[in-house]
């Protein structure tokens, strides 16, 4: 970065230095990291990335990996942090298939009580942990609607919640059970794992996401859905108590400003761009851009030697 | 009715007399029925029904009938006519998949484009009609998508339209298609048959209709889509233009106030409720109602005596 780019744009927006950093590694206590941009991009690790986890994890410091992909649960993803070297435990991940079994656990799903899944494997997974009661997902892949006169497609009644997350295999059924659910079973809730318009199955193009998935229950039930994964208020307000923090004292990494930063800042988090994902400095330093992060810096790696100088102290 | 029913609820809604019904043949000649609770319930013709539409024929009006029934073109949506025993042709009926034809026949569509239909046969029928190229649709009931990493799906860029309809065969690759060439291909139009939260694919329960279909696209391209059925200007528009009749010379005929006669009343028609299907005069006489139709009557035969009246003079 040039000191003219900085002094040109929105100068209240501060790259961070030497003396930021040792500020910030002081001040927070955990880490809520956006993984695609700041961790790695596509299958490929960012350099510097394990150094500086192992470092913060060396000073006590929470870190928390957080991922709208539901299709997997926290174990099925662990996969992808493991094939890329990192070392870093299940409980870490704060995936959008846990958000939706913990945000069930928050307000004491009844144990007798269902919930009809739109969605893939790794929200099943969750909800068994959990130990909470499921039908739909998987099992309703193939099944179609075989239209007689006087045909009503039955629904159990005791379901008492619809979670919607990313589905390859979204059809007429799963549509159709879910909206009789939540339009027929008084109290049913309709709880979405995020409304990311696209998703990421593969690097060559751009996927349409679970907003596709979530726009067809809205769209028979006129419903909104509770929202659990990002930028919902609740994965926030669930990790500030499980691990017993203030907000301040938790710091959003991410490399997204309308995403990333605009949620760490509306959950009261202290917020970090990164600049090796999708945002150019350009991009941070324009007029046009009202997002600003507390600040800023090139990768996760520049806190390093911060880290370690902390360590040493 | 009972009159202290009527001079209890909204006075200035009136039951139609023998003056007004006359009134009203004098003044309009053309007539749009909504279907349901007008013509048919369900699977049975409503009383008198045949003869009315007779005797208006006979007086000369013209007579549409309207459904946001896209899965059939009209002539598909004949045989429900004749099979009720009404003599009608193809071209009265005036179907959301007609619809989606003509808005794109009224906006000059190049020869050279192609419409992605997600959808059923109807409108794929009513496309070839105006000699419109078309892909997608039933050809894409079975299709997957097969992930292996690297993987695109590859995507028409002549396709300048899609249209989205009732689709009992949705999947994953017509909502990944729709949402590529919406997003990807400069100018595409995005246009919906309607926003129909249900549908009535069998008498015994309610089904997921189109709003499913278009959410689904919606909540992956963040775009709006443009309606052409019910309730949307486009439909009126078309019909005052091709049968060239002001917009009061139409009357609008249904039984549900905040669709059919909230319609009507937006496009300036004249507008007639019956009691023939889900609205009750009690409903229609609350103080909490603020749908006020020109007129109304029991059921469409009531015109009837009018309509006879005024051929033999």
């Keep these: 970065m040039s000191c003219r780019a900085a002094s040109n744009g929105a100068s209240h927006v501060k790259k961070a230095d030497k003396e930021d950093k040792a500020k910030l590694l002081d001040k927070v206590d955990a880490f809520i990291f956006d993984c695609d941009g700041v961790i790695w991009r596509g299958d490929s690790l960012i350099d510097g990335v394990p150094e500086t986890l192992d470092a913060l994890r060396a000073m006590g410091k929470k870190l928390i990996f957080v991922t709208n992909n539901s299709t997997k649960s926290r174990k099925g993803y662990l996969g992808k942090f493991t094939g890329l070297g990192l070392n870093i435990s299940a409980e870490e991940i704060y995936s959008s298939s846990y958000a939706a079994a913990a945000y069930l656990d928050s307000i004491d799903f009844p144990k007798d009580k269902k919930v009809y899944v739109v969605g893939e494997v790794g929200i099943i997974e969750e909800l068994e942990l959990k130990g909470i009661q499921h039908l739909g997902g998987p ?5 179609k609607i075989e239209l007689k006169p006087g045909f009503a497609l039955p629904h159990d009644e005791s379901v008492g919640a619809v979670v919607v997350g990313f589905d390859r295999h979204i059809n007429y059924h799963k549509i159709q059970y879910a909206t009789l659910c939540i339009s027929e079973n008084p109290g049913c809730h309709f709880i979405a794992t995020n409304l990311d318009a696209k998703t990421h199955l593969t690097d060559a ?4 996401g679970n907003g596709s998935m979530v726009g067809a229950i809205k769209g028979s039930t006129k419903r909104e859905p509770t929202v659990v994964g990002k930028p919902a208020e609740f994965m926030l307000a669930n990790i500030a108590e499980t691990f017993g923090l203030r907000r301040n004292q938790i710091c959003m990494v991410g490399d997204r400003l309308d995403t990333d930063i605009l949620f760490g800042q509306h959950g009261g988090l202290t917020t970090m761009l990164v600049l090796s994902g999708v945002t150019t400095e350009q991009a ?4 046009d851009n009202t997002i600003h992060p507390d600040l800023y810096t090139d990768q996760l790696s520049d806190l390093l030697e911060a880290a370690k100088a902390s360590v040493a102290a």
Tied chains: 1, 2.
């Design 284 to 287: 941070l330093l324009s007029p």
């Design 139 to 143: 099992e309703d892949v193939d099944k």
């Design 205 to 208: 193009q751009e996927w349409a």
